[in-house]
C-alpha cells in the first residue's frame, strides 16, 4: 500500500532511506535549501542514495510539483553541522525544504513563480500544524553561515513573510556612512556580535571581527538585505538587524521546548 503524504500538497511520497528518529525533540523550526545540481532528477536521486547520506522532508520542483521523502515525525538529514538560539542538533528539531535551483554555481536565477507559491503555501501548511514561529523559519546559511550559501540572495523572504512565513522587516536602504568589516576591534564590534547573538545566530561575543563574524553578516544580507552581499557589516545591515529585534514577538525560549 503506497505511504500517504504528511500534507495534501505533495502529490506522492518518494522515500528516502537516510532518516532517523527526533531523539525526543519535535520539530519546532522549518529550514530551506536549494538543491544546487543541475537537475531536479540528480537531486532526487542524491537525496535517495543511501551513500549520499543526505536528505530532506519535502522536494519542491520548479513547476510547483512537491515530493515527499521523509515523513515529519522523522529526523531528515538536510541540516548537517549548524545551530541557532543555542541548538544544536537541528535535524531533530527542524523540518527541510529542498527546492529545486542550480544555486550560486548556477548563477543563482530568479526562482519561478509557481514554485514560490509551492514553498509558500507548503511552508506555511508545515508551520501552521507545528505551530512553528515565523522568526524559527530560516535559510540553511542562517544556521550553518560558514559553510552554506542556500537557498542565497534571490530568494524572494520578502513574498513568503507577506504571504504568513517567516519574519522579515523591509530592508533598510543602502547608504553611506560607518561600517565594521573584519579586522575591527572594540566595543562595537561587541555590541553587533550581541545582537546577532540575541536574534539566533551562532557568534562568539569576543568584540572582534573576525572570519566567523564575517560569515555571520553574509548569511545575514543573504536573507534580510539582499541589495549588496559582502560581508561588511554597514548601516544599511545594522539597522535591519535593528529593525528584525524590535519586531520580535516577547521573548520566548523556543530552545527549551521539546
Known sequence: MPLTP????????????????????????LI????????????LARLRDPLSEVSAHYVVFEDGGTLQLVPESARAWHAGAGAWKGATDINSRSIGIEIVHPGHAGGLPP????????????????????????????????????????????FPWLRLAAAGLGHCVPPAPLRDGRFFAQGDSGPPVEALQAMFALYGYAVPVTGTFDPRTAAVVTAFQRHFRQARVDGVAD????????????????????????
Open 6 to 29: 504528511d500534507t495534501p500538497l505533495a502529490r506522492k511520497v518518494a522515500p528516502s532511506p537516510n532518516q532517523g528518529e527526533r531523539r525526543g525533540l519535535r520539530p519546532d523550526m
Open 32 to 43: 530551506l535549501h536549494y538543491t544546487g545540481m543541475e537537475s531536479g532528477a540528480a537531486a
Open 111 to 154: 526562482y519561478p513563480e509557481a514554485q514560490v507559491a509551492a514553498v509558500t503555501a507548503l511552508g506555511r501548511d508545515i508551520a501552521g500544524r507545528w505551530g512553528i514561529p515565523p522568526e524559527r523559519v530560516l535559510a540553511h546559511s542562517d544556521i550553518a553561515p560558514e559553510r552554506k550559501e542556500d537557498p542565497g540572495e534571490t
Open 235 to 258: 548601516s544599511s545591515t545594522i539597522t535591519t538587524l535593528r529593525d528584525l529585534l524590535a519586531a520580535l514577538p516577547p521573548a520566548t525560549d523556543p530552545s527549551s521546548r521539546g
